[in-house]
């Protein structure tokens, strides 16, 4: 029945040719397999990835070849499924571009790379690798949203009377209302944007799991304001999934990035730091200035570096903001490792920042001479 297949892969359903490809996952004939490697560069992305599940039962290292090159296709789940075929395959070699991978704007191709890469027995040589591994794989602990809800709700005051229990019951009764929930999602597919936004505020209001699943599914949405509306919203939950949020750090909109830094801050565990040094460096202030506040609030010292840099941000307030963040961390820290290891990267800011180098030459005024802090240091 191969002429069949044939025939299926050249029809104009997606569907026909899935079914092909996967017809021809059990051949062993090369001109077979050479089909499913062309199905590979298909226009639809289920055929795809059926041709990279199909490739999957077949150890050459052709077939590693083109998974790997399968982990950059512009389609979430044929990367995804090409990270769990690579992890499958058991080639130690595929670690590099799976340890790419973690850094992917998408949650289900990081941990998807996760997998594969601890299937492999490989393991991080990078604290910053540490934390995109470790917070993929779901091994970081997620923040409660429900202190911050009480006293948003009540004002900052703890109402524990029978009225309030009864108001709060009330309440959620009718937020969890099966034909509420059901006219919400309706909302989410009207073309009305506000309508959209609105529903996705009043989804993140209740507390069922489904729902926080299909709020980060708009994570990947083409509006930028309905990224953020779903992340505020998930922000906001109990069983908001820290990892999902690692994606948002790379968002083309500022706005979706601010919302994803401050709640990652909001975790405070030491291996969030890893993955938020780059957002030092964000061209909008308000994320700069987001991100040392959350590393402050972190308080691992291994942030002392990269803020010690920010020392010689172009904005005064950011200055002010990564001065208090190095003093919450440690109240010493000019005579810290971080300090002196920061030093080389603002003497080479000096060749590049002509027009400010005094913001520089001050931040670098700091710090003590290198042979006093080796000294003390020792």
């Known amino acids: 029945m191969a002429w069949l297949d ?43 990835c ?4 199909a490739l999957s039962k077949k150890r050459t290292a052709q077939t590693r070849a083109s998974l790997i090159k399968a982990l950059h296709d512009h ?8 990270a769990r075929a690579l992890g499958g395959l058991g080639d130690k070699s595929s670690t590099a571009a799976l340890t790419v991978c973690l850094r992917d704007q ?59 229990r009864r108001m709060a019951a009330e309440d959620l009764k009718q937020r969890s209302d099966p034909a509420r929930i059901k006219s919400l999602f309706s ?8 309508v959209i936004v609105s529903a996705i505020h009043d989804l993140g209001n209740i507390g069922e799991p489904q729902i926080t699943e299909m709020l980060l599914k708009l994570f990947r949405h083409r509006e930028a304001e309905i990224r953020l509306a779903a992340a505020q ?16 750090l790379q968002d083309p909109n500022f706005e979706v990035r601010l919302t994803a830094v401050q709640f990652l801050g909001r975790i405070r565990h030491k291996q969030i730091a890893e993955v938020l040094f780059p957002l030092l460096a964000d061209p ?10 959350a590393l ?46 920061a030093r080389g990267r603002l003497e080479a800011l000096l060749s590049v920042r002509a027009a400010d180098g005094w913001v520089v030459e001050l931040a670098l005024g700091r710090l003590p001479p290198p042979e006093a802090a080796t000294h003390e240091m020792s």
Request: aromatic share 4%.
């Open 75 to 82: 389609s979430f789940q044929v990367r995804e499924a090409a």
């Open 106 to 164: 998408d949650a289900a191709v990081r941990i998807a790379a996760a997998g594969a890469l601890r299937a492999l027995g490989w393991r991080p040589s990078t604290q910053e690798e540490v934390a995109w591994f470790e917070m993929a794989l779901g091994n970081t602990p997620a923040v409660s949203a429900q202190n911050l809800s009480t006293a948003s709700s009540t004002g900052g005051r703890i109402e524990d009377t029978s009225f309030y």
């Open 284 to 293: 909008k202030l308000e994320v700069r200035q987001a991100t040392a506040t």
């Open 6 to 48: 044939t025939l299926l892969l050249k029809s104009p359903n997606p569907r026909m040719r899935c079914k092909a490809v996967e017809n021809l996952a059990g051949s062993s004939h090369p001109i077979d397999t050479e089909r499913i490697f062309a199905s590979l560069h298909d226009s639809d992305p289920q055929v795809r």
């Open 233 to 248: 919203a998930v922000a906001a939950r109990d069983d908001a999934p820290p990892g999902h949020f690692l994606g948002l």
């Open 296 to 341: 402050g609030l972190i308080g691992n010292p291994s942030a002392i570096e990269s803020l010690v840099v920010s020392l010689a941000d172009e904005d005064e307030h950011m200055r002010l903001v990564a001065e208090r963040a190095l003093e919450q961390i440690d109240p010493d820290w000019m005579h810290s490792e971080g300090a002196q290891n």
């Open 50 to 53: 059926a041709a990279v599940r």
């Open 187 to 194: 909302d989410l597919q009207s073309g009305d944007l506000l």
